[in-house]
């Protein structure tokens, strides 16, 4: 099974940064995309990014301008900059992969999210 173990959040000031990882094990045979997303009890789990195998790149509205995702294929990691932040953008980021499992067959994962407040 694949594994994504996620790390980076906490307790941030508005205004300011943080930088989320997620890091990918397990056995499969290929990433198809990695991305996050974020939810906040009792609504939605809304789309913030996504990074596909191809180098496609998408955000989700409310964050398009403040965030950046990134990759690191060889640790079969993505990270999620994200700037200019405000007490609305607190939430469980969760870490999201696509894989084609060793199967061969896709499969979606989640981590078990991490928590980012936003707050002074």
């Known amino acids: 099974q694949v594994q994504l173990v996620e790390s980076g959040g906490g307790l941030v000031q508005p205004g300011g940064s943080l930088r989320l990882s997620c890091a990918a094990s397990?056995?499969?045979?290929?990433?198809?995309?990695m991305g996050w997303s974020r939810q906040v009890p009792g609504k939605q789990r809304d789309l913030v990014a996504t990074?596909?195998?191809?180098?496609?790149?998408t955000y989700g509205d409310s964050v398009k301008g403040r965030v950046t995702i990134s990759r690191d294929d060889a640790k079969k990691t993505v990270y999620l900059e994200m700037n200019s932040l405000t007490p609305e953008d607190t939430a469980v980021y969760y870490c999201?992969?696509?894989?084609?499992?060793?199967?061969?067959?896709?499969?979606?994962?989640w981590g078990q999210g991490t928590q980012v407040t936003v707050s002074s």
């Open positions: 397990g056995r499969m045979i290929s990433i198809y995309l």
């Open positions: 990074f596909s195998r191809d180098g496609g790149v």
């Open positions: 999201q992969a696509v894989v084609r499992d060793s199967d061969n067959t896709p499969r979606t994962y």
